[in-house]
């Protein structure tokens, strides 16, 4: 299957730094990447659509200046956490789509990214 | 506005029981529906996907899940739990070009 990984697996950090995760698709091309946020016990939350070549669409209550997107490559999508505060702590996974067959909906996941802000 | 709730974020089983996990999405029927296993500081794992060509759907290590449309439901289920299914459980409808995720389930398995 296809595979996307994601660097760091775990990042720490001092308030008021940037820092920056990336999103590989290692076998195949992604047009389209998410970034979503998961607080401990809870759910993914959606928290933007990153295209290649364009800008990223951020969900509502997203902030884009907090959270930059760059999707430069058909295989590589970042996340920069400009700023970042201990409220920012969170583990991020990103996840990708091959549309290669058609659009079948299904995305591939990295192994997340956690996040700690001290 | 939610599209699927996932009833119960903590389900319990012995070793061996049957496994059901539940969920409901809204009333507009998603061309797609998943279900996502996710364990400890992991990402997310496929476990199978409905794509409307049959209500029957069978995944990996066993689970599968039943489509019914009148009753908005795609519920998991496994026959004999394993030790190894402890993890959290993530229904998933595919919606205008994304995936929407319930609140999870979180599955404990007793030996």
């Known amino acids: 299957g296809a595979v996307v990984s994601q660097h760091p697996s775990w990042v720490i950090c001092k308030s008021g730094t940037s820092v920056k995760i990336e999103c590989r698709s290692l076998?195949?091309?992604?047009?389209?990447m998410f970034w979503y946020r998961q607080f401990p016990k809870q759910s993914l939350m959606l928290m933007a659509t990153?295209?290649?070549?364009?800008?990223?669409?951020?969900e509502q209550g997203v902030e884009k200046d907090k959270f930059l997107i760059n999707h430069a490559s058909l295989t590589l999508s970042t996340l920069t956490v400009t700023s970042a505060h201990p409220e920012d702590s969170s583990f991020y996974i990103c996840?990708?789509?091959?549309?290669?067959?058609?659009?079948?909906?299904?995305?591939?996941f990295g192994e997340g990214s956690r996040l700690t802000v001290l | 506005a939610q599209s699927v709730t996932q009833l119960g974020s903590h389900v319990s089983v012995s070793e061996g029981a049957l496994v059901l996990l539940r969920c409901n999405y809204s009333?507009?029927?998603?061309?797609?529906l998943f279900w996502y296993v996710q364990y400890p500081n992991q990402g997310l794992q496929l476990l199978l996907k409905?794509?409307?060509?049959?209500?029957l759907v069978k995944g990996i290590n066993g689970f599968e899940a039943e489509f019914k449309k009148s009753e908005t439901s795609f519920h998991l289920t496994k026959p004999s739990a394993h030790m190894s299914d402890a993890a959290e459980y993530f229904c998933?409808?595919?919606?205008?070009?994304?995936?929407?995720f319930g609140q999870g389930t979180e599955l404990s398995v007793k030996p």
């Open positions: 996840s990708a789509r091959d549309l290669l067959g058609g659009d079948t909906g299904e995305l591939f």
């Open positions: 076998d195949f091309q992604a047009t389209t």
């Open positions: 990153s295209n290649e070549g364009s800008k990223a669409t951020y």
């Open positions: 009333s507009s029927v998603p061309p797609y």
């Open positions: 409905y794509t409307s060509a049959a209500t």
């Open positions: 998933a409808p595919y919606r205008r070009g994304k995936l929407i």
